[in-house]
T-cell receptor, first 113, second 113 residues
Framework: AQSVTQPDARVTVSEGASLQLRCKYS??????LFWYVQYPRQGLQLLLK??????VVQGVNGFEAEFSKSNSSFHLRKASVHWSDWAVYFC???????????FGDGTQLVVKP | DPKIIQKPKYLVAVTGSEKILICEQY?????MYWYRQSAKKPLEFMFS???????DNQTASSRFQPQSSKKNHLDLQITALKPDDSATYFC????????????FGHGTKLSVL
């Protein structure tokens, strides 16, 4: 069955530092993968999505993610974190058989000044 | 302007009562969904609808009943409310088809006393 695992419930980085949020997926075949962000008291918004093709995907606000089939991973990266990036980040995988998207448990990003 | 409207934003109910959560989307999408977010399960898929027909139901309890009176509406009726139902309920929509990105509303925060 398809699923995603985000091993880090909380990540703390200093403003201006680089960031990596981890995501491991379980899927038979080639998955469609997403990263969503949830700012306080708001719904989720799409950051980026991966469809089969170039393994590095560019998203909004300087975020990118790299798909690795050998590692079953889809980690999110940013070169320089801003305080406004403080939010919860969700990795998700889409099922080919129905229109359901499975979300990970989320990673809370805390940005230190 | 918000494209997915959820009403009300906050809702307090007593145990055993019944409530309806409203969702309207103005994106022209044919697929709509309900998700639930609580401390126990960060983001949990509940239902998906396509062209006003139920496509997928992952909610074990029949106390949760989606209602689609119009193409761009998907309300959620909850009966015999329990404290465990306390959560934020998110409505989402997407273009019809697999692997399309989801657009989320801001959520209805339900507290059951």
């Amino acid at each position: 069955a398809q699923s995603v695992t985000q091993p880090d419930a909380r990540v703390t980085v200093s403003e201006g530092a680089s960031l990596q949020l981890r995501c491991k997926y379980s899927y038979f075949g080639t998955p469609y993968l997403f990263w969503y962000v949830q700012y306080p008291r708001q719904g989720l918004q799409l950051l980026l999505k991966y469809y089969p093709g170039d393994p590095v995907v560019q998203g909004v606000n300087g975020f990118e993610a790299e798909f690795s089939k050998s590692n079953s991973s889809f980690h999110l990266r940013k070169a320089s974190v801003h305080w406004s990036d403080w939010a919860v980040y969700f990795c998700a995988v889409s099922s080919h058989s129905n229109n359901r998207i499975f979300f990970g448990d989320g990673t809370q990003l805390v940005v230190k000044p | 302007d918000p494209k997915i409207i959820q009403k009300p934003k906050y809702l307090v109910a007593v145990t055993g009562s019944e409530k309806i959560l409203i969702c309207e989307q103005y994106l022209g999408h044919n697929a709509m969904y309900w998700y639930r977010q609580s401390a126990k399960k960060p983001l949990e898929f509940m239902f998906s609808y396509s062209y006003q027909k139920l496509m997928d139901n992952q909610t074990a309890s029949s106390r949760f009943q989606p209602q689609s009176s119009k193409k761009n509406h998907l309300d959620l009726q909850i009966t015999a409310l329990k404290p465990d139902d306390s959560a934020t309920y998110f409505c989402a929509s997407s273009q019809e088809g697999f692997n399309e990105r989801l657009f989320f509303g801001h959520g209805t925060k339900l507290s059951v006393l």
